[in-house]
């Protein structure tokens, strides 16, 4: 059974920090893309960041480069997403999600393995 927990959001004033961690367990691989998203009331899921199986290759949404980083460590099974530069338009439910395979993609519909979620509130 796949299990990825989010930990490390909270309430932070805009240009703070905050860095977001997921444990994973029970893929079959521990080299499987995955990626993080977040989704603001009333809205649906915004694609944030993702990062190859190896870790070798990320991508980042236009709206959080620059701020965000996505990284992960494949011997401890744990996904980070390092937020600088908060914004009041990041406030959200941030999520990781994990795909079957090592292979990236940008469409959440494309990520069978989901967090529950961890909400990042950034005050103006």
């Known amino acids: 059974q796949v299990q990825l927990v989010e930990s490390g959001g909270g309430l932070v004033q805009a240009g703070g920090s905050l860095r977001l961690s997921c444990v994973v367990s029970?893929?079959?691989?521990?080299?499987?893309?995955m990626a993080w998203f977040r989704r603001a009331p009333g809205k649906e899921h915004e694609f944030v960041a993702n990062?190859?199986?190896?870790?070798?290759?990320?991508y980042h949404a236009d709206s959080v480069k620059g701020r965000f980083t996505i990284s992960r460590d494949n011997a401890k099974n744990i996904l980070w997403l390092q937020m600088s530069s908060l914004k009041p338009e990041d406030t959200a439910v941030y999520y990781c999600?994990?795909?079957?395979?090592?292979?990236?993609?940008?469409?959440?519909?494309?990520?069978?393995?989901w967090g529950q979620g961890t909400q990042v509130t950034v005050s103006s």
């Open positions: 029970g893929v079959t691989s521990r080299y499987n893309a």
């Open positions: 999600a994990a795909r079957a395979n090592s292979i990236v993609r940008v469409n959440p519909q494309e990520y069978p393995y």
């Open positions: 990062i190859n199986g190896a870790g070798s290759s990320t």
